[in-house]
């Protein structure tokens, strides 16, 4: 069974800050997703990582894929309210199209203003 | 923004009743998937289909069972509904051909039995 571990669980910062959240897992995974889910909606995909080291940014957040693809790391510059949110990961195992999605349990995330 | 619904959104029942959680997305997705989410665990798949008329349990076994008569339709039914069934259940869907496989969820049906 592939797990992965999501750290910290709980965050809560101060806006502007800089925060790190980290997703492990002792699996390989062929893709690893993150997902944002604010309270009382689903969760919304932010970024697919898919080479070994490939680091890919959207605006203040930037996502790191390990180079054994068995980890990965978000972090935010500059936190806002708007951040605020639970982060999950979510690794592909592979096998092609019919794939399922191995979820971490989250980071939830609070900026306060 | 994902063409994705879920009804209903909360939903509070007693012991004993038969409740269906409906699921539709107009985006035309072949596969579609429904989570069950606790706090602070990880969202667990209890169902999955691949197309019209193919269900299969997930890695969370499940007493609610599923059907997929049309390719938008994927609704969810628990026949006796216990206290240990309360939870969030999130659907989600996704495109087979040329996906990035990115997973469209709906707002999820929160459900409180009593």
């Known amino acids: 069974t592939q797990l992965l571990e999501q750290s910290p669980q709980f965050l809560s910062i101060q806006e502007g800050e800089n925060l790190t959240v980290y997703c492990n897992s002792s699996s390989v995974f062929s893709s690893l997703q993150w997902y944002r889910q604010e309270p009382g909606e689903g969760p919304v995909l932010l970024v697919t990582?898919?080479?070994?080291?490939e680091v890919k940014k959207l605006k203040r957040l930037t996502f790191q894929f390990g180079d054994a693809r068995k980890d990965s790391s978000l972090h935010i510059t500059a936190a806002q309210p708007g951040d605020t949110g639970l982060y999950l990961c979510a690794g592909d195992g592979g096998g092609g199209s019919n794939y399922k999605l191995t979820f971490g349990k989250g980071t939830l995330l609070t900026v306060n203003p | 923004e994902a063409d994705i619904y879920q009804t209903p959104r909360y939903l509070v029942i007693g012991t004993g009743k038969k409740i269906t959680l409906e699921c539709s997305q107009t985006m035309g997705h072949d596969k579609m998937y429904w989570y069950q989410q606790d706090p602070g665990m990880e969202l667990h798949l209890i169902h999955y289909s691949y197309g019209v008329n193919s269900t299969e349990k997930g890695d969370l076994s499940s007493e609610s069972t599923v059907s997929r008569i049309r390719t938008e339709h994927f609704p969810l039914t628990l026949e006796s509904a216990r206290p240990s069934h309360t939870s969030q259940y999130l659907c989600?869907?996704?495109?087979?051909?040329?996906?990035?496989?990115?997973?469209?969820f709906g707002e999820g049906s929160r459900l409180t039995v009593l």
């Open positions: 990582v898919v080479t070994g080291g």
């Open positions: 989600a869907s996704k495109r087979t051909s040329g996906s990035t496989g990115e997973l469209f």
